[in-house]
Each structure stands twice: as C-alpha cells, then as structure tokens.
C-alpha cells in the first residue's frame, strides 16, 4: 500500500506544471503527527529524571526565583511572569502552580488554595499569594550549576534542567498523559527517601512504598517498584462510632469527599448497600459520617463500601521518565538511585567550584599581602605609561611568588592597581594572614569533603531531614487487604421466585412460589428429581429444568452446607444414599448427582446449613416375600463426601416412600478460626494466631485500650479496631482482671469479674476523661508486677486471686495506690486446673461408611442389601 502511494505522488509531481508547490496531507501527517507526539512527551507531559520537573513546573519554579525576595508575590504575577518562558498561556501555568502549591514541599502559601480533601478549588490568582519555600532555596536553585539554553522567543535563558538534589520526583509525585503513553508516578514520604538515599548511599538495600497527603490505608504488595503492570490497592479508614453510625475519618488517594459520597449515595440507590444518610462534616480533617438502618451489620456494611463504592481503590502506577530527550519505563528504585547518584554529582560540581573560588581568593590575598607589605606599589611612581605599571609591578612581585598555587597573570596585576589608598594606608598585616590562614582551613575541608564524597552526600541528606523532616510523617498505613468478595457483603436487593414444575427460575415471576431474598449478583444452585444439579447466575427468568426440588442462593467454597439425598439408580435399579457438599463449580454445566444412569429420580432430598444429619424412614412396597417393609437409617452413619460418589446402598426393592423421623443436629466439627494481625481478619486457613474451636454458639471475648468489652459470635466479615488490646475465645465463668486509672479519685485500681450479660457493650473502667486502662488479662489467677513512676518506691507484686475477689462488671474495685505508676507487667500466673464442666454434648465425631472395605463384614459390597436385624433396624456394617 505504502508502495502505492509513492507512485500516486510521483505522477500527481509530474503532472504538475505550474510552480506553486503541493503539500501531500499523507506527508503531513508523518511528519507533523510526530513531531506532535515528540513535543507533548518531551515539553509538556512527561517529567525530566533529573530534576523531577514538567517543563511547565520547571519555568514557574525559575519564575518564583526571578522574583524572589522573601516576600510573598501574587500568583497572577507570577503566572504572568512565567508566560516570559511558558508559550502555552496563563490557565495551564496557574493550575500547574496551585498543584505545586497543594504539595506542599517546594511553594510557602498564603490564602485559599483549595483543599484535597474536598476537591474545592483555590481562589482567583489575584486573591492568593506565594513564594518559595525554604527547603526549595536550599535544594533546587543554584546558578552556577545550571545549564541554560533559550527560551522558546530567544529573549531570555531558562534553565535546561534545575539542579535539585533531592529525590523530588518520587517525593511529589506526577501524572501525565501525553500522545501514545502516559505516567503516573505516586507520591512517597519524604524522610523515607531521605532514609532510603542514605542507604543507597552506603550500599545497603532500600525499599520505597508510596505514602498520600489524603492518609488512608494501602495494600501495596502488588506494587512492583512502580512498573507498568504494578497495582497498589488504597482504602478510605472506616471505624465504628456507634451501633448504627460509621465513620470515614481519611480518604482514598486519588478520590475527594464529595467524589466518595457520590459513590455511596449511587451504591445505596442500586441497593448495593443500605443507608439512611451521609453527612459531611469534613473541615481540617475528614469526616464523613453514615447513618445505618436498624438491623444492619456495621461490619457488612464495611465490606459493603469497601466492595461497591470508592472507599477501595487500584491504582496502576506507570513511572516513565524523559532520560537524555527519550521517555524510560523504569522502577521507582532506580528513579531514586538516578537522583541520588545526580545529587552526588552536583554536590562535588559545588565543592570543585568552591574550591576554585577559595583557591581564588587564597591566592588573590596572597598577593595583596605582598604588594602592600612589600611596598610594591612604590615601584609605580616614575612610569609613565599603563604597560610600564604593568611590568614594575609584576618584576616586583617576582621574588615573592614562589609559594604561590598558580602563576601571576595580568588580570592579577590590574586587580592589585585597583586597591583603593585608604586600604593601603589601613592595612593590618595581622588580619591580612588570619584571612589566608581561614581560607586555607576552608580548603582543606572541601578538599577532605571531595575526597569523602559519599560520607559528605550522606551528612547532607540527614542535614535535610533534621531540618525539613519534622512533621512529614507517613500518613498512610501500609497493610495487606483481604479479598472480600462482592456476593458475600451485597445486600439482598431483589427476590427470588420459581416455577417448579415448568423449570424457571428468576426474579420476575412474581406470581409463582417465593424463595428467597437474594442479591442482583448472586449465583443460585438448582436440584432436579431426576438427579441434577446446576448453578447459574441470577436474571428476571431463567430455565433450568423441570420437576426442581431444591433451589437456593449458591455460596461458593462452602463446605459447611450438606446436602443429604436417597436416590433411585434408573428406573427401576437399586437406591442409595448419600451426603455431600458443593464447592467449586462451572456456572451453567449441568452435574449427575447419581449414577448417570436414565430415569434416575430422587426419593429424598434435604439441604442442611450446618452439617445437620436427620433419622429417616424407608417403606417399601409390598411386593414379593419381602417381611420388613420399613426401617429407619440415620444420616449420620454415612461419611460426607463430594458430589460425584456413589453413595452406599439402602435397598434393591422398590421404595415406596421415605418420610422425615427425627430431625438432626450437625455432624460437623467445631469450626478453627484463627485472627491475621496482618490485615486484622478472622479466618478458616490456617493463617495467623488460633483463637480455638467455635459451636455455633460460641463467642469472641474483644476488649480495646478505651474499656470497651464485647462477645461477639465469630463472623469472617467482622472488622477489628486498632487499638484491641484483648482477642480470644470467650470462656463465660473465666474471672477477667484488671487495673485501671480512675480519673475522678486520680488513683489506680484493680477489679476482677465476669461477663454477665454477653449481648451487651460493656465499659469495664470508670466513665471519666481522664480514666484510662492499665492492663487487662484473663488468666484464671493472674500475678502482676506494678512499678511506681518514683525510683525510691518499691515495686509491687500482687496475687489478684488473693486480692480481691471476683465481683460484678460495674464494681469499683480495690486500691492499688495512690502513686503514678510507670508500668504494669503480668507476670506467670499461678497454676489452676480449669473445671470440667458437666453438660450433655453431642457427640461430633463422623462416622465413616465404607461398606466394600468394612473390616467387621469384608463380604459386602456396595450393591448388597442391608442388614435387617429383628427389631427392623438397618446394620450398614
């Protein structure tokens, strides 16, 4: 094609006889388009490596410099003095000066510059004023190690890049789309890099996670050095103040307040979630409260904001850099080691010119000191002529130079001709020398700092961060994010129906059977009476198949949900019975729960939450010399297995049909749970610290630093406040003790006691500001160590068994002392056999059925009858 279009021009050249001149559009194209490309990558979009700046930023940086006089100046000035080196107008330098502004690094502010948080905009630049920061004087001007070239109209020099010596780049961050790529290149902490450049520098490894000005919390694990592909997942801070109330105390980088309301009020339209009312009450800090509804989980609303609206966010970081006029896809790591080794460099161009500058002066005085001292000068008084002066006085200084680092120039010899009279006459030849001796210090110290450069770069960057590091904390945490998964925290937002025997399932059949309340992303699970099984996602009509006996909102990976099923193999084949469970799935296949034969039927069906196994009967018909005709059979004989086993024989007769004998209780285990401090979960797999095993019934103990105490029953969507002090198993006659400071009466006590009334928020120190908790512990008979704050009191050791004894919740407790204590230690607590306690459980354990390996009958196999002994009852052994 390309070929093509070569031929067409030649013929258009040929044919063309006249002398105006044709510019072909495809021409223009190639060539126009990409110096197009070329110009927005390397002068507007993308910043320099070496400096960290756009271009536009780079020349408002200068301007601020031009105008600087440690006043504050007008931004329209300097918007306006910048267009000097800017050619693309007054809006994009203004909102390029407002976002240097709002960093708050490099540009002291005065008046309303907008506010992150809340996306408000600054002022008009006529109203709001500027200048540079301390830190932007120090670190990213110096003249005389700059390089120039001409501004884009050739009247003024602008600066080729600013020599900074700091990482900036990382420490501002920047993003940039321009034509055919783009960057974004997240902000980190500022005595991080410090610390990270100080490392680097003695040749330690380093590590770099981004930090926001908006706070928030991110999972950075995915981060991959700010690569293309790298992802850094960021969450808005959500506690609990109250039953019905949260709060969102920092945001998403990235998001506003306004931005982030907009998304919970269109998550609570679509019925993702459920709120009564947002309220923004954000000023200085953040503050966005939500009002729940009665009978919401706080917890699962949490999830809730996290999963629907942009509490959570990703961001993909893109770090591409312009190096030596090309744009470079590279890692935040090596942008800083770059920098460093730049920042290096700068510093001994700095050292080397203030060598030659004192080498100057050194040498300058030298020979000031010996044209006065010497009286050379006298020398001068009979010649007549200016080369004549030049020659006395150089032929007057020969004898002396001998010591000097460099020869005597002319320029040297005109310089001393221009020493005034009245400094001749005052020379103080004293003085004269402690000046050469001061400059020869000086000289040895940047000639020792070159030739210890790194520890010199390493002084000066700890230099900076006692100096600007105050105050730059991180404010965002670092932690690592569970995975919540969007069809467990999603309220029921619509209701499911289904039509049995024509096989349609959906939410708009509103005049058929009701089934549940469900979720407009949930999957349901079917089961047919011909034995199968489909999971399919949730729309306004699906069919799925004739004769459906069960149907229900699938939870996937959930082994606690036991389908317990008797089945006919065929049509007229033997029975058996099964338990199993429905973990992973393909959406949409179509499962045989039973030996895939044709006309199997299910006889009996049951789904059971919580691994509930019932007692059964079996009637069969009357047919033949068969003597019993029914039997019962416990489910809880038979080992769950998955979905696709067999199952064991009940009989080779006909059934006639199998009623419901005695409801179950479960056959499964008192579940593990464990608590990952990490991202402050609980959880099933084994990761983090075991709090035990839990009966449904059974409940976590939570105390926190501020003398709340809660049992909760254990849910894996709960969320954990940062400041718990207590997590464990609750164990309702175990004594929890503690020692506490009592605001009011300004004296410590200790009280011991027992949860009374698990279903409510207790607060277990005194309701008073100033009150405050000690140390809590729930050993049976706990020791503790209390150490006054004042050296010459003894330290006391007390045995809380022996102290007090166990009271009520509200109790005021006995008196420890009066005095200020330093600290309180539990030490090892005295031994104590707990109780065994005297109550009927069931028994739990899972009887395993395997009829073709029965170590007691080895003779039968899986397709014999059963045993039917006199009273009736089925042996399956």
């Not at 700068?346 to 060598?355: A, G, M, W, Y």
């Not at 409940?699 to 997590?727: A, S």
């Not at 004296?747 to 100033?770: G, W």
């Amino acid at each position: 094609m390309s070929d093509d279009i070569e031929k067409n021009e030649q013929e258009l050249t040929q044919n063309e006889q006249s002398t105006e001149t044709i510019i072909k559009v495809n021409g223009m194209f190639k060539e126009w388009f990409l110096d197009y490309a070329s110009y927005v990558i390397l002068e507007r979009a993308v910043p320099s490596v070496y400096d960290g700046f756009k271009p536009v930023q780079r020349r408002i940086m200068q301007s601020m410099k031009d105008l600087d006089d440690g006043r504050y100046n007008k931004v329209a000035n300097l918007v306006g003095h910048t267009m000097q080196y800017h050619p693309h107008g007054d809006a994009s330098i203004g909102d390029a000066l407002v976002q240097l502004g709002q960093k708050d690094i490099l540009i002291d502010t005065q008046g309303n510059w907008g506010n992150i948080l809340t996306g408000d905009g600054a002022a008009a630049p006529r109203y709001i004023e500027a200048r540079l920061s301390k830190f932007a004087s120090e670190v990213v001007f110096n003249p005389k190690t700059t390089e120039w070239q001409a501004t884009y109209d050739g009247r003024r020099k602008e600066p080729v890049n600013l020599p900074v010596k700091f990482p900036l780049l990382l420490a501002q961050g920047v993003e940039g789309i321009a034509v055919g790529l783009s960057t974004k290149i997240l902000p980190h902490n500022f005595n991080e890099l410090i610390d990270a450049a100080i490392k680097y520098l003695k040749g330690k490894p380093f590590h770099l996670d981004p930090d926001f000005e908006t706070g928030g919390i991110a999972d950075v694990s995915d981060y991959k050095e700010g690569f293309r592909g790298g992802k850094v997942r960021v969450r808005a801070r959500i506690a609990q103040l109250d039953k019905n109330t949260l709060v969102i105390s920092e945001i998403p980088f990235g998001t506003t307040t306004g931005t982030l309301i907009d998304s919970i009020l269109k998550a609570n339209e679509k019925k993702k979630i459920k709120v009564n009312k947002v309220e923004d009450n954000t000023a200085a800090n953040v503050e966005i409260l939500i009002h729940l509804p009665g009978g919401v989980s706080p917890d699962k609303t949490i999830d809730a904001l996290y999963a629907f609206t942009d509490c959570e966010l990703s961001i993909s970081p893109i770090c591409c850099v312009i190096d030596n006029d090309r744009p470079l896809f590279i890692g935040v790591h090596e942008v800083l080691k770059r920098s460093v080794d730049n920042t290096v460099e700068l510093l001994k161009r700095e050292l080397e010119i203030e060598l030659d500058e004192l080498q100057e002066q050194w040498h300058f005085a030298s020979l000031e000191r010996i044209f006065i001292e010497n009286r050379i000068y006298r020398d001068i008084e009979e010649e007549e002529t200016w080369e004549g002066v030049i020659a006395a006085i150089d032929k007057g200084l020969q004898p002396y130079i001998q010591h000097l680092k460099r020869a005597v120039t002319e320029e040297d010899i005109v310089r001393l001709t221009e020493i005034r009279i009245k400094r001749i006459s005052k020379f103080d030849i004293d003085k004269a020398q402690q000046l050469i001796d001061s400059l020869e210090d000086k000289i040895a110290q940047v000639r020792n700092h070159l030739a210890n450069l790194i520890e010199f770069a390493v002084d000066y960057f700890k230099n900076l961060k006692t100096k600007y590091g105050k105050g730059k904390e991180r404010k965002t945490e670092i932690r690592l994010f569970d995975t919540i998964e969007a069809t467990k925290v999603v309220l029921a937002n619509t209701k499911l129906y289904v039509n049995r025997e024509e096989g349609f399932i959906g939410t708009g059949l509103k005049k058929d059977e009701f089934v549940t309340d469900c979720a407009d992303i949930d999957d349901i699970i079917v089961f047919r009476e011909d034995g199968k099984m489909i999971v399919t996602k949730i729309s306004e009509k699906t069919f799925v198949g004739k004769n459906i006996l069960h149907v229900a909102v699938f939870k996937k990976n959930d082994t606690r949900t036991i389908y317990n099923m008797v089945y006919r193999d065929g049509k007229t084949g033997p029975s058996y019975m099964k338990r199993f469970y429905v973990s992973g799935i393909t959406r949409d296949k179509e499962y045989d729960l039973t030996n895939e034969n044709n006309n199997s039927s299910v006889l009996y069906f049951t789904a059971n939450l919580n691994g509930e196994a019932e007692v059964i009967t079996v009637y069969l018909r009357a047919i033949g010399t068969i003597k019993k005709l029914k039997w019962d059979l416990d489910f809880a004989d038979l080992t769950i297995k998955s979905r696709s086993s067999k199952g064991n024989l009940v009989t080779k007769n006909s059934v006639k049909k199998i009623e419901l004998k005695e409801a179950g209780v479960s056959t499964l285990k008192p579940r593990k749970i464990w608590y990952d401090d990490t991202v402050m979960r609980l959880n099933t797999e084994e990761r983090g610290e075991l709090l035990g095993e839990f009966k449904p019934n059974d409940r976590l103990l939570i105390i926190n630093q501020h003398g709340n105490l809660k049992t909760v029953i254990p849910d894996l969507t709960m969320h954990f406040e940062e400041d718990m002090v207590v997590l464990e198993k609750w164990i309702p006659n175990k004594p929890i003790t503690v020692i506490y400071f009592d605001g009011e009466r300004e004296r410590y006590y200790l009280k011991r006691f027992v949860v009374e009334n698990p279903n409510k928020l207790e607060v277990i120190i005194s309701d008073h500001a100033k009150s405050q908790l000690e140390i809590v512990v729930t050993d049976y008979r706990p020791v503790l160590e209390v150490i006054p704050s004042k050296k010459d009191t003894k330290t006391i050791t007390i045995n809380a068994d022996e102290f007090m004894e166990v009271k009520g919740i509200n109790a005021l407790g006995n008196l420890v002392t009066k005095e200020k204590i330093k600290q309180v230690n539990a030490l090892e607590p005295i031994p104590y056999e707990e109780p065994i306690l005297e109550e009927i459980e069931v028994d739990e354990e899972i009887v395993e059925v395997e009829p073709s390996n029965d170590a007691e009958n080895p003779n039968q196999d899986e397709d014999s009858e059963p045993n039917i002994d006199e009273s009736g009852q089925v042996s399956l052994f």
